[in-house]
T-cell receptor, first 118, second 114 residues
């Protein structure tokens, strides 16, 4: 299993350009997440999905859009990139386990995409 | 709103020293707790997790953490660190929503000197 993969690994954009980051997982996980990581701020949730065809906003959704047309893929789009979106972007996936309660298991992370917006 | 606070932003230790990284969270309901590690240039990997039961949980590479509900804490410990433990450590919390969302702390950078 490849786990969680992200494409591309690095990208440099000019202000106003658009791009799409692709996340793919081969673990049949229901849940997928996009985070950005900035120095001293930990990871902040941008958008997430609890299943194919569903998406929701996280903590910092402005300037980003997402789509989950297939269960294994979760796309993050920047329509008009801004320097404030310079960051490292991580995708993650997870699954739940049914028991006496519904447990949400750990998230599995991809290798990240380093994006610079000039 | 849920939040996670890691008190130590940058820790420098010599090899064989003991480690304790603090993590406090604010959330009134049932929580699941995690510690992740990010080695230089790599993605996040799970060190350990707590869902229920014994509040002292053991993870990979000799790490352990203790959940103290009354203090809303989940501190990470290791009796003797190695140079290879140099990394950034993140505490994370998920609550009882039906999304599995994680709230991360700011991270602690650990530098172990040989």
């Amino acid at each position: 299993n490849a786990g969680v993969t992200q494409t591309p690994k690095f990208r440099v954009l000019k202000t106003g350009q658009s791009m799409t980051l692709l996340c793919a997982q081969d673990m049949n996980h229901e849940y997928m997440y996009w985070y950005r990581q900035d120095p001293g701020m930990g990871l902040r949730l941008i958008h997430y999905s609890v299943g194919e065809g569903t998406t929701a906003k996280g903590e910092v959704p402005d300037g980003y859009n997402v789509s989950r047309l297939k269960k294994q893929n979760f796309l993050l789009g920047l329509e008009s990139a801004a320097p404030s979106q310079t960051s490292v972007y991580f995708c993650a996936s997870s699954y739940s386990t049914s028991g006496r309660a519904l447990y949400y298991n750990e998230q599995f992370f991809g290798p990240g995409t380093r994006l610079t917006v000039l | 709103a849920q939040s996670v606070s890691q008190h130590n932003h940058h820790v420098i230790l010599s090899e064989a020293a003991s480690l304790e990284l603090g993590c406090n969270y604010s959330y009134g309901g049932t929580v699941n707790l995690f510690w992740y590690v990010q080695y230089p240039g790599q993605h996040l990997q799970l060190l350990l997790k707590y869902f229920s039961g014994d509040p002292l949980v053991k993870g990979i590479k000799g790490f352990e953490a203790e959940f103290i509900k009354s203090k809303f804490s989940f501190n990470l410990r290791k009796p003797s660190v190695q140079w290879s433990d140099t990394a950034e450590y993140f505490c994370a919390v998920s609550g009882s929503s039906n999304t599995g969302k994680l709230i991360f702390g700011q991270g602690t950078t650990l530098q172990v000197k040989p």
